[in-house]
């Protein structure tokens, strides 16, 4: 375990070193600089500017100063949106906000998700199996932002007499309710389709049959033994699913005016604040690696059959 473990961490390493490479040289590549705007300065100030921020010098001497940066723990100042703010303190105020709202959405869609998934399957062919399934058809191929209007329109006002939320995020508990349920609706249809997918799949395995042999009750088949072993698929989901969750919804944060991660990452990269999108971009890479660790760790927890050691991912 602890070898495999260590394997994975080198992993780790070596992919946010091509994710940090690549994303620092694509955002380079694109024309222009952070100085550009409806009112550009003069060409002077420009270059006065591009010389402090050290944009004047060559891609690969800016990228490798800055790798020798990230290695002791500097990921740099904000240049346009907050200039001179520290990156990591602009990150760990808003993430904050941003995981508060994933965390009840990711919770919400499981604790729904999965059942309703269990529950097309025990009634696999009836018309709740149908419904189910058109409902989460719907949700997995509506967009975000289409979910969180509808949720604005019908609860916030649109319709008279129907204003139980606010309509712009401002802390409060009522606030929260519409961008959790739109940030959690996509996963949780999408959880309940692989839920029925991979119940349907166990519950022909031969030791199904093997239970059904013995007398047990068609329930305490699905819900106890089918369901420990179609949760497999469901975990290797939710791995990356909650680091995207966490580090925030970039469309409903938009939506809600929601002062979080996902929102500011957004902002930066229309400002082409250089340093703001290389920390996010590295924060949410780094973050949907340790849940993908996680994720394989658990799947000893859900199948103890599986062994890590001999995996090859």
């Given at each position: 375990m602890a070898k495999y473990i260590l394997k994975r961490v080198l992993m780790a390493v070596l992919t946010l070193f091509i994710v940090t490479c690549l994303t620092f040289l694509l955002m380079n590549a694109i024309p222009g600089n952070p100085w550009l705007s409806e009112k550009t300065p003069p060409q002077?100030?420009?270059?006065?500017l591009n010389e402090k921020y050290g944009l004047d010098q060559p891609v690969i001497v800016q990228l490798g100063k800055y790798l020798a940066n990230i290695v002791h723990g500097d990921f740099g100042n904000s240049i346009k949106m907050q200039k001179d703010r520290p990156v990591l303190e602009i990150i760990t105020t808003m993430f904050p906000v941003s995981a508060t709202i994933g965390i009840i959405a990711i919770l919400w869609a499981i604790l729904v998700g999965v059942p309703l998934g269990c529950l097309a399957a025990y009634k696999r062919g009836t018309w709740v199996d149908s419904?189910?399934?058109?409902?989460?058809?719907?949700?997995?191929?509506?967009?975000?932002?289409?979910?969180?209007?509808?949720?604005?329109?019908?609860?916030?006002?649109?319709?008279?007499?129907?204003?139980?939320?606010?309509?712009?995020?401002d802390g409060s508990i009522r606030s929260y309710v519409l961008p959790c349920l739109a940030l959690?609706?996509?996963?949780?249809?999408?959880?309940?389709?692989?839920?029925?997918?991979?119940?349907?799949?166990?519950?022909?395995?031969?030791?199904?049959?093997?239970?059904?042999?013995?007398g047990l009750k068609n329930k305490k088949i699905i819900f106890k033994h089918a369901l420990r072993n179609a949760l497999i698929p469901v975990i290797t989901y939710l791995g990356p699913q909650i680091a995207f969750t966490l580090c925030g919804g970039f469309v409903v944060e938009t939506v809600f005016s929601i002062p979080g991660l996902g929102r500011y990452f957004v902002s930066s990269i229309q400002n082409r604040d250089y340093p703001i999108i290389m920390g996010t971009t590295i924060f949410l890479a780094a973050f949907i690696i340790v849940m993908n660790l996680v994720v394989d760790l658990l799947y000893k927890l859900v199948d103890p059959r599986i062994n890590l050691s001999k995996g090859g991912n």
């Amino acid at each position: 375990m602890a070898k495999y473990i260590l394997k994975r961490v080198l992993m780790a390493v070596l992919t946010l070193f091509i994710v940090t490479c690549l994303t620092f040289l694509l955002m380079n590549a694109i024309p222009g600089n952070p100085w550009l705007s409806e009112k550009t300065p003069p060409q002077a100030t420009i270059d006065a500017l591009n010389e402090k921020y050290g944009l004047d010098q060559p891609v690969i001497v800016q990228l490798g100063k800055y790798l020798a940066n990230i290695v002791h723990g500097d990921f740099g100042n904000s240049i346009k949106m907050q200039k001179d703010r520290p990156v990591l303190e602009i990150i760990t105020t808003m993430f904050p906000v941003s995981a508060t709202i994933g965390i009840i959405a990711i919770l919400w869609a499981i604790l729904v998700g999965v059942p309703l998934g269990c529950l097309a399957a025990y009634k696999r062919g009836t018309w709740v199996d149908s419904l189910l399934r058109v409902i989460c058809t719907i949700g997995i191929s509506m967009p975000g932002f289409v979910v969180a209007t509808m949720l604005l329109y019908v609860f916030a006002g649109g319709i008279e007499g129907m204003k139980f939320f606010p309509t712009i995020f401002d802390g409060s508990i009522r606030s929260y309710v519409l961008p959790c349920l739109a940030l959690g609706f996509y996963p949780m249809c999408y959880l309940s389709r692989q839920t029925r997918t991979a119940m349907l799949d166990s519950i022909n395995q031969e030791y199904i049959k093997t239970a059904r042999a013995k007398g047990l009750k068609n329930k305490k088949i699905i819900f106890k033994h089918a369901l420990r072993n179609a949760l497999i698929p469901v975990i290797t989901y939710l791995g990356p699913q909650i680091a995207f969750t966490l580090c925030g919804g970039f469309v409903v944060e938009t939506v809600f005016s929601i002062p979080g991660l996902g929102r500011y990452f957004v902002s930066s990269i229309q400002n082409r604040d250089y340093p703001i999108i290389m920390g996010t971009t590295i924060f949410l890479a780094a973050f949907i690696i340790v849940m993908n660790l996680v994720v394989d760790l658990l799947y000893k927890l859900v199948d103890p059959r599986i062994n890590l050691s001999k995996g090859g991912n």
